[in-house]
């Protein structure tokens, strides 16, 4: 049994203006039985001097000093040092709600967890200069994830990657000791963005886990963080953890290709790497056009080679990454060209267009079919089936949200109200929107007046990647740089093809 319950390891690296308050967001909890050991990472400014009085008064702060060798290696050290049951790390620029300690050590002894995930908020540094650029990470996933179910590691991973509850910090989640020990997990040493790989390889390790809607951890942003760095450095992290998550992946589940979640996991990590290159593209002369190029070829050969579930996905944000951080204009015209040819785009996406369409029975005369959603999306769906399948004989009516029954025509056919449809009588319902596909489905629902009525959806789960109203990505690259002044990428959808 253990005297203290709980370690929290906090890495130090010239971070004066902040540790105080991090160190005592601890020394203030409710929870009393822990203790806190801080790893001095070579730090060069007076870090250790503002929280040096506080190391002195408290017997439960240990201080271990070591030459400069990254957050990894400190969070290592504080693991290999620490004598509680429990383990949280905490960034000395960050800080914690009082009774995080309590709230988290009940919730792992009571239910026997591995790891407890809990929320928390992002907030601005006062003197942080880039708001215009970097977005907050919203951490808050009450409404994605049952806070009620204790659930396997590997299944966590998949109920949250999907729901887009995934986050990466090792700060928003309590570990127990003993489940870090006996799996050898720690954290690769020299590496940055080290939580991509150890929250990873935490997940589908676990045997019990379990996640609660508290927002009790504050993450702060800042100038000179190493999350807002970009470096060649970077570049070479994020590839090290692509293939040794890929590789620890493999070794477990087999075949990733027939695995959407985790081939679009991996799609994430390659649209991250692309993102950084571009931006070191524009901070480093060094890097330059080859190394670039490099990264691009990278991530394709990964792609093509593996994760054939979601190559559209992939490359249309990448193309777009391009289009919105690199200035020359040329060079972005050549790289998309690059892109789309090596990669076959355009005919991957009339493979899917096809798939999609095959069975609608729009060349049916005797069929009345209706279709949910005006714009792009559907003349682009209605023109593809005539190019592509055969001339449309069916009779449609189109439905909208909000024009009035026969107040408007589209592509020269009836338009009615979503509200009229209990006064027709459709064979069946396609629903044609990529971004509101399920708000659509659920109007829908509400006035339909017998529920054997069939109604298509273009897009699923498995394959939920918009294949109709996609903009022309090489006639478009010039535009985007128009635009680049009102947009910005927040590693969210900001996508340059029609919803």
Same mark, same amino acid.
């Given at each position: 049994m253990n005297e203290i319950d709980v370690s929290i390891i906090v890495p130090l690296y010239n971070a004066e203006k902040y540790v105080r308050k991090s160190i005592l967001s601890v020394i203030n909890q409710t929870f009393k039985n822990y203790e806190i050991i801080i790893v001095n990472d070579g730090s060069t400014d007076n870090s250790v001097d503002n929280i040096i009085d506080l190391v002195n008064k408290y017997n439960n702060i240990r201080l271990i000093y070591q030459t400069n060798k990254g957050a990894a290696v400190a969070r290592n050290v504080g693991i290999r040092n620490s004598n509680g049951e429990w383990i949280y790390f905490l960034d000395s620029d960050d800080y914690i709600d009082k009774d995080l300690l309590k709230i988290c050590f009940e919730e792992c002894t009571n239910n026997n967890l591995d790891v407890l995930h809990f929320d928390g908020k992002a907030f601005y540094d006062e003197n942080f200069s880039q708001r215009n650029e970097v977005g907050l990470e919203d951490f808050n996933r009450e409404?994605?994830?049952?806070?009620?179910?204790?659930?396997? !590691?590997?299944?966590?991973?998949?109920?949250?990657?999907?729901?887009?509850?995934?986050?990466?910090?090792?700060?928003?989640?309590?570990?127990?000791? $003993?489940?870090?020990?006996?799996?050898?997990?720690?954290?690769?040493?020299?590496?940055?963005?080290?939580?991509?790989?150890?929250?990873?390889?935490?997940?589908?390790?676990?045997?019990?886990?379990?996640?609660?809607?508290?927002?009790?951890?504050?993450?702060?942003?800042?100038?000179?963080?190493?999350?807002?760095?970009?470096?060649? $450095?970077?570049?070479?992290?994020?590839?090290?953890?692509?293939?040794?998550?890929?590789?620890?992946?493999k070794n477990r589940k087999g075949n990733i290709n027939k695995d959407f979640i985790l081939s679009k996991y991996f799609d994430d990590l @390659?649209?991250?790497?692309?993102?950084?290159?571009?931006?070191? @593209?524009?901070?480093?002369?060094?890097?330059?056009?080859?190394?670039?190029? !490099?990264?691009?070829? @990278?991530?394709?050969?990964?792609?093509?080679?593996?994760?054939?579930?979601?190559?559209?996905?992939?490359?249309?944000?990448?193309?777009?990454?391009?289009?919105?951080?690199?200035?020359?204009?040329?060079?972005?015209?050549?790289?998309?060209?690059?892109?789309?040819?090596?990669? !076959?785009?355009?005919?991957?996406?009339?493979?899917?267009?096809?798939?999609?369409? $095959?069975?609608?029975?729009?060349?049916?005369?005797?069929?009345?079919?209706?279709? @949910?959603?005006?714009?792009?999306?559907?003349?682009?769906?209605?023109?593809?089936?005539?190019?592509? %399948?055969?001339?449309?004989?069916?009779?449609?009516?189109?439905?909208?949200?909000?024009?009035?029954?026969?107040?408007?025509?589209?592509?020269?056919?009836?338009?009615?109200?979503?509200?009229?449809?209990?006064?027709?009588?459709?064979?069946?319902?396609? %629903?044609?929107?990529? !971004?509101?596909?399920?708000?659509?489905? $659920?109007?829908?629902?509400k006035y339909i007046k017998y529920n054997t009525l069939p109604i298509v959806k273009l897009y699923t789960e498995d394959y939920p990647y918009c294949v109709f109203g996609i903009k022309n990505l090489e006639k478009n690259t010039i535009k985007m740089q128009n635009e680049r002044s009102q947009r910005k990428y927040e590693g969210k959808s900001t996508c340059i093809w029609n919803r």
């Open positions: 409404e994605l994830l049952n806070s009620e179910k204790i659930y396997s !590691g590997e299944e966590f991973f998949y109920e949250s990657y999907r729901k887009n509850a995934y986050r990466l910090s090792a700060c928003l989640a309590f570990f127990r000791k $003993k489940f870090l020990m006996d799996n050898e997990l720690f954290f690769t040493d020299g590496l940055l963005h080290e939580d991509q790989e150890f929250v990873f390889k935490a997940a589908f390790l676990a045997d019990r886990i379990k996640y609660i809607p508290n927002k009790i951890f504050y993450r702060r942003v800042r100038e000179n963080s190493v999350s807002q760095k970009i470096s060649f $450095k970077t570049i070479d992290s994020i590839k090290y953890i692509i293939e040794t998550n890929m590789k620890f992946i @390659y649209i991250d790497l692309s993102y950084k290159a571009s931006q070191l @593209y524009e901070v480093d002369g060094k890097f330059g056009k080859e190394g670039l190029l !490099g990264v691009i070829n @990278y991530c394709l050969d990964h792609i093509l080679d593996t994760l054939d579930i979601s190559i559209m996905y992939a490359i249309r944000y990448i193309s777009e990454i391009i289009m919105k951080i690199i200035k020359d204009t040329d060079l972005v015209n050549e790289l998309v060209e690059y892109i789309l040819k090596r990669s !076959g785009f355009y005919k991957i996406l009339n493979n899917e267009r096809l798939d999609k369409v $095959k069975n609608l029975e729009l060349c049916n005369s005797e069929k009345t079919i209706g279709i @949910y959603g005006l714009g792009t999306h559907t003349s682009d769906l209605i023109k593809f089936y005539e190019e592509n %399948i055969e001339k449309i004989r069916c009779k449609i009516i189109f439905i909208d949200s909000f024009k009035e029954t026969n107040s408007i025509k589209f592509l020269n056919r009836e338009v009615i109200n979503v509200k009229d449809i209990v006064n027709y009588d459709f064979d069946k319902v396609i %629903i044609s929107s990529y !971004g509101y596909q399920e708000e659509l489905y $659920k109007e829908l629902k």
